[in-house]
T-cell receptor, first 114, second 113 residues
Framework: AQKITQTQPGMFVQEKEAVTLDCTYDTSDPSYGLFWYKQPSSGEMIFLIYQGSYDQQNATEGRYSLNFQKARKSANLVISASQLGDSAMYFCAMRISGTYKYIFGTGTRLKVLA | DGGITQSPKYLFRKEGQNVTLSCEQNLNHDAMYWYRQDPGQGLRLIYYSQIVNDFQKGDIAEGYSVSREKKESFPLTVTSAQKNPTAFYLC????????????FGQGTRLTVV
């Protein structure tokens, strides 16, 4: 069964430090995409970063990078130089090639401390 | 500006009443989705539609119904058969390309009293 697992319900990080949010996925399909979203308290879903299963390099977008370890089926999000505005829920998601469904994890609530 | 519009933002209904949540997109996306979000449970897929006049059940479709008569619109009806309808509902859309992200609306918070 296709599944996303986020094992950290909540995380704290000091301002200006880096933090890693864990995501593992389960699929037998070789072709898929992995996504990370940020959800502030307002409820909107903000797309952060994408990683394709065939991508050779880890994706990066500004302060966000994705630590993709295909053999371990993990796609951890790394946020560098944390800011107070990074405090939010973070969701990992997967979409299998040839399907339209986005499968989401349960999320990690990140709190950045001043 | 292109995007997805959900309305209303907050909705209150009495138990036993059906209620319809609106979702409109002007991104020209083929696919549209409805997700339900409860605290600690992430996003769960209710229904999705790949094309006009066609839709598929997601993981928690019981007690919900949808229609897709126009490409731009994908309304969700929460029926009285839904046992616990109070939740945050998110509508999304996407292209057929698996490499592209889903775009989300601002959400509707439904409270049934």
């Amino acid at each position: 069964a296709q599944k996303i697992t986020q094992t950290q319900p909540g995380m704290f990080v000091q301002e200006k430090e880096a933090v890693t949010l864990d995501c593992t996925y389960d699929t037998s399909d070789p072709s898929y995409g992995l996504f990370w979203y940020k959800q502030p308290s307002s409820g909107e879903m903000i797309f952060l970063i994408y990683q394709g299963s065939y991508d050779q390099q880890n994706a990066t977008e500004g302060r966000y990078s994705l630590n993709f370890q295909k053999a371990r089926k993990s796609a951890n999000l790394v946020i560098s130089a944390s800011q107070l505005g990074d405090s939010a829920m973070y969701f990992c998601a997967m979409r299998i090639s040839g399907t339209y469904k986005y499968i989401f994890g349960t999320g990690t609530r990140l709190k950045v401390l001043a | 500006d292109g995007g997805i519009t959900q309305s209303p933002k907050y909705l209150f209904r009495k138990e036993g009443q059906n209620v319809t949540l609106s979702c409109e997109q002007n991104l020209n996306h083929d696919a549209m989705y409805w997700y339900r979000q409860d605290p600690g449970q992430g996003l769960r897929l209710i229904y999705y539609s790949q094309i006009v006049n066609d839709f598929q059940k997601g993981d928690i479709a019981e007690g919900y119904s949808v229609s897709r008569e126009k490409k731009e619109s994908f309304p969700l009806t929460v029926t009285s058969a839904q046992k616990n309808p109070t939740a945050f509902y998110l509508c999304a859309s996407s292209t057929e390309n698996r490499k592209t992200e889903a775009f989300f609306g601002q959400g509707t918070r439904l409270t049934v009293v």
